[in-house]
C-alpha cells in the first residue's frame, strides 16, 4: 500500500526525510481496497448497544485489514466515530490519540471532547488510540506524543469532534420530537425540550447512528465552559495511586515467555565469540539467541520462562567482545576537545556585528559544560511481540508504552517481514519516558522483533516479551547530548550590551533521522539553538559546532532549552550585578515592550513570591529566571542557601503563561515534576560519563536524579487568559536550574558555569 493513496493530503503536512522512511516501510506491501462506505454511515461499536459517531476511519497504520472510506470533505483525525463512543448507560469513552505517561492527557483531551459534547463528567472515561490514521498529530500528520503538543494541537480538533458529536444527538433528538434542532439544548449528557422534555444521550444512541455528520460546527465561548479550566482530578487517579495500574511491562499473555538481551559494552561492537553452555543449563531459559543490535552492534537474547530465569542466564554467559572498529569515547578527552572547539566560530545560526567588543567598557568571558543525561523512566523499556499465523495469513500484535506507534509499527513490519496492515500496536500506559519512548530507529521495538523472529526460527512461537533493566538503558540507550557553551559579552556601564559572540558545540539529535529535513538548515540542528536570545534584544552573533561522536543522542525533556535557557538566564542576571541593577528590573529593560506573555509570568512569580519584599532566613538568598519552551513562559522566583559547599533549594514560586490552562491540576503538577526533574540536573553526580567507551554509570546509585528530600516548596501560580493554550509537559524545567544558579551567584559571588553544580 503506497502513503499517498491511503493517506492522502496528509503526504504534504510530512517531513521529506519521514515520508520517505514510510515510502520504504510500506513499497512492498499490496494495495488494500476501500469497502466503499458511504460518506454518512456509521460504523457499529459492540454488539449489545452504544454507538459511534461518524465513519471510522481505518487507514494506512491500519488495524483492520478493511479499512472504511472516509466522508468527503473530514480528514481521518476529524471523524467523531474514531473517537467518540456512546453507551446505552449513557457512559462516554473517548479515545486519546496521545500516549499517557504521566503528564495527564487522559484526562484534559477527554476534558476538552467532553465540553463540547455537554457530556456527563462522572461518565466519562479515556482510552488509548493506536496505530490507526485518525490518530495522527494534527499538525504534523504522523503519530506523535512529543514536543509538549497533546493540548497544543489537538484542542481544536478535540472540542470540534465533542460539537459534531453533540450536533448529531440534537439533530436525532429533534427528529424524534419532530421540532427543530436550534429550540434544542443540551447539557450534562442530556438533550432539552421546551415544557421540560428531556432525553439522555444513551437513549438517542441509536438514532443519532442516522445523522450526518457535519463538516462545520460552532464552538462555545470560553466564558460558557464548564469543564475546560476547572482543576480536576485525574481519571488514572485512583488506578496509580491504589498501584492497580497496569503499564507496558505489565503485559500477560497466555504461554508468554520473556527475553533479555546483553549488548555491546561499547556502541556498535561485534561479538568474538559466545560461550552460551552454562545460560542454556539455566532452569527455565527456552533459548539463547545471538542477533545483530542498535546502531550496527551485536548482542545476544535469553528467552525464558519469567524475567528472573532470562537475567540469571544471561548472567551465566561468556562473551568476548571486538571493540576494535569503533570509536571508544572517554569524557575527559572529549570535554577537552570541545573546549577547543569552542574557542572557534562554527556555523552562523545567527548574525551581528562583533565591531563593538573591542571597545566595550565592561567584558564578561564564560564557559558553560553540560554532561551527558540519561532519560531513566521508572518503567524501564519494553515491548511484547506476538505473531501468529503463516505466509498470507500471519498476523503481529505488539505492546508498549510508545510516543510514535506508527513509527514503531511500520518499524517492526520491516523486521517481521509483514504488511504494515498485518501490525497491530497496542498502546499501553507508560511510567515515563521524556522522549526515550519516541525514537526514531525505533531501537527496543526493532530488538524485541528481532528477537521474536529469531525465536521463531527456532521454534519458539510463544509471545515474547522483551525487557531492559535499568542498567540496560542507563550503560546501552540514548542520551541527551554534552555541550559546551562558550560567551564573550561586551556591555556597558547601564547594562546595555554592545556585543555578544556565543559558541555552542553539541552533537545533532536529528541529523541521520526522518526529522532531518525539517530540523536541520544549514547544516545547523535548530534544536540545539532554542532559546538562545529571546526574549532579550540583543547583539548576538550565535554560531554551532557539531562534532561526530560514537555515543547515541536523543532528544531529552526541553531538549535544546535544557542548556540554553541555563546559559541565557545567568548570564543576563551577571550583567545585572555586573552593573548593580536589580536582575529582575533588568530583564523587564532588555524585553522591551515585545515580550507581554514574558512580563506577565515574571511579574505574578515576583508578586507572589514576595521578591524583595519578605525577608529572607539568614543564608538564603533569591534567584530568578524567565524562559520560554514550546510556546510558553515559565518564570521562577527561587529561595536557596549554601552550606559548606552544599546548595539546598528551598522554596521555587513559579508563574506560568500556557493561555488557558484546560486542566489547572495538571498544569500544578507538570511544573512540580519537571521543577524536580531540572533540579536533579543541578546535583552531584546527575551526569553518564565515558571511559574507553563503556558508560560508567549504572542505576540510581551512580546517576543521580532527584529525590524526595530533595523536593522543595513549589508553589504554582497560572497567568489568566482565554487564548487557545501552549504546550505544557517540557516548560517547567528549563528555567529551575538557573533560578537555582542565580541565587548561588548571590550567596557565593560566583556563577556555577557547569552542570552539575560544582561548588567546593
Known amino acids: 500500500m503506497h502513503f499517498d493513496s491511503a493517506f492522502g493530503d496528509l503526504a504534504t503536512q510530512m517531513p521529506k526525510g519521514l515520508l520517505a522512511l514510510v515510502e520504504r516501510a510500506q513499497g512492498a506491501s499490496k494495495t488494500i481496497a476501500d469497502d466503499g462506505l458511504p460518506r454518512r454511515s456509521f460504523l457499529k461499536m459492540g454488539v449489545a448497544s452504544g454507538f459511534a459517531l461518524g465513519a471510522y ?52 483531551l477527554p476534558m476538552i471532547l467532553a465540553e463540547e459534547l455537554d457530556a456527563d463528567w462522572a461518565k466519562v472515561r479515556a482510552v488509548h488510540g493506536d496505530a490507526d490514521g485518525a490518530y495522527v498529530d494534527p499538525a504534523f500528520g504522523i503519530h506523535l506524543t512529543g514536543g509538549s503538543g497533546s493540548i497544543k494541537r489537538s484542542y481544536t480538533q478535540y472540542r470540534e469532534l465533542g460539537a459534531r458529536a453533540r450536533a448529531m444527538l440534537v439533530a436525532a433528538a429533534a427528529t424524534q420530537w419532530g421540532v427543530a434542532a436550534s429550540t434544542l439544548r443540551t447539557e450534562n449528557g442530556m438533550v432539552m425540550g421546551a415544557g421540560g422534555k428531556s432525553i439522555s444521550y444513551g437513549d438517542l444512541s441509536d438514532a443519532a447512528m442516522k445523522m450526518p455528520v457535519p463538516d462545520q460546527v460552532a464552538l462555545k465561548d470560553a466564558k460558557d465552559f464548564r469543564i475546560i479550566g476547572k482543576a480536576t482530578p485525574r481519571l488514572d487517579a485512583r488506578a496509580k495511586s491504589s498501584g492497580t495500574q497496569s503499564f507496558g511491562m505489565d503485559m500477560q499473555l497466555p504461554g508468554m515467555l520473556t527475553a533479555v538481551v546483553v549488548h555491546a559494552p561499547v556502541f556498535g561492537a561485534k561479538l568474538k565469540s559466545v560461550d552460551d553452555s552454562a545460560a542454556k543449563a539455566v532452569k527455565g531459559v527456552t533459548a539463547v539467541l545471538r542477533m545483530p543490535t ?73 564557559e558553560f559544560t553540560f554532561p551527558y543525561l ?46 504494515p496492515q498485518a501490525v497491530k500496536v497496542h498502546v499501553q500506559m507508560a511510567g515515563g519516558g521524556f522522549g526515550r519512548r519516541a525514537v526514531p530507529t525505533a531501537d527496543y521495538v526493532v530488538e524485541a522483533c528481532t528477537v521474536a523472529k529469531l525465536a521463531m526460527a527456532a521454534g519458539v512461537t510463544a509471545p515474547i516479551r522483551v525487557m531492559w533493566s535499568r542498567e540496560d538503558d542507563i550503560k546501552g540507550g540514548y542520551y541527551r547530548p554534552m555541550h559546551v557553551h562558550r560567551a564573550e559579552i ?18 545533532s539529535i536529528t541529523q541521520g533521522t526522518p526529522f532531518e529535513s525539517m530540523m536541520v538548515q544549514d547544516g545547523i540542528d535548530m534544536t540545539i539553538a532554542e532559546g538562545m536570545r529571546e526574549p532579550y534584544d540583543v547583539p548576538m552573533r550565535l554560531s554551532i559546532h557539531h ?32 552593573t548593580q541593577q536589580d536582575p529582575v528590573a533588568y530583564r523587564l529593560k532588555l524585553m522591551g515592550d515585545k515580550h507581554p506573555r514574558h512580563k506577565a509570568a515574571l511579574m505574578l512569580a515576583v508578586e507572589q513570591s514576595g521578591y524583595n519584599k519578605r525577608k529572607l532566613p539568614k543564608g538564603q538568598a533569591w534567584g530568578v529566571a524567565v524562559h520560554e519552551s514550546f510556546d510558553t513562559v515559565v518564570a521562577y522566583v527561587a529561595e536557596a542557601s549554601v552550606t559548606k559547599g552544599v546548595p539546598k533549594l528551598h522554596a521555587v514560586t513559579a508563574a506560568v503563561h500556557c493561555n488557558l490552562a484546560v486542566n489547572p491540576k495538571t498544569v500544578e503538577a507538570q511544573v512540580q515534576g ?33 529525590r524526595i528530600p530533595d523536593m522543595p516548596k513549589i508553589a504554582v501560580h497560572i497567568v489568566p487568559s482565554a487564548e487557545p493554550p501552549t504546550g505544557m509537559g517540557e516548560p517547567g524545567l528549563p528555567p529551575l536550574a538557573p533560578a537555582f544558579g542565580n541565587a548561588i551567584a548571590k550567596l557565593t559571588g560566583k556563577t556555577p558555569r557547569d552542570l552539575p553544580f560544582k561548588l567546593a
Not at 75 to 81: G, T
Not at 304 to 328: H, M, N, P
Open 57 to 108: 476511519p481505518l487507514l494506512a497504520g491500519a488495524q483492520s485489514p478493511a479499512p472504511a472510506a472516509a466522508p468527503a470533505g473530514l480528514k481521518p483525525f476529524e471523524q467523531p466515530a474514531a473517537f467518540v463512543r456512546i453507551d446505552k448507560d449513557g457512559a462516554v469513552t473517548v479515545t486519546v490519540n496521545r500516549l499517557e505517561f504521566g503528564q495527564g492527557v487522559l484526562t484534559a
Open 294 to 366: 542498535d546502531r550496527g552492534g551485536e548482542g545476544v537474547a535469553v528467552v525464558a520462562q519469567g524475567y528472573w530465569a532470562a537475567k540469571l542466564g544471561r548472567d551465566a554467559l561468556k562473551l568476548e567482545w571486538d571493540t576494535s572498529a569503533v570509536e571508544k569515547v572517554d569524557s575527559v578527552a572529549q570535554l577537552a576537545s570541545y573546549k577547543a572547539l569552542a574557542r572557534k566560530t562554527g556555523m552562523v545560526k545567527i548574525k551581528a556585528d562583533m565591531g563593538p567588543m573591542a571597545k566595550a567598557p565592561k567584558k564578561i568571558n564564560a
Open 374 to 419: 540519561a532519560h531513566a523512566p521508572m518503567e524501564p523499556l519494553n515491548c511484547t511481540v506476538h505473531v501468529t499465523g503463516s505466509g498470507a495469513d500471519a498476523r503481529a500484535a505488539i505492546y508498549l508504552g510508545t510516543q510514535m506507534p506508527g513509527f514503531d509499527g511500520m518499524a517492526a513490519s520491516q523486521v517481521l517481514g509483514l504488511p
Open 490 to 507: 561586551g556591555f556597558d556601564a547601564k547594562g546595555r550590551v554592545l556585543a555578544w559572540d556565543h559558541v555552542i558545540v553539541g552533537q
Open 547 to 578: 562534532p561526530k561522536v560514537n555515543v547515541p543522542v536523543l532528544w531529552w525533556r526541553s531538549v535544546g532549552s535544557t542548556h540554553t535557557a541555563y546559559v541565557m538566564e545567568t548570564l543576563v542576571d551577571e550583567i545585572a550585578r555586573a
Open 674 to 706: 519537571a521543577a524536580l526533574m531540572g533540579l536533579g540536573t543541578c546535583l552531584p553526580g546527575a551526569a553518564i560519563t565515558f571511559k574507553d567507551g563503556v558508560v560508567e554509570q549504572s542505576n540510581f546509585n551512580d546517576y543521580v536524579v532527584a
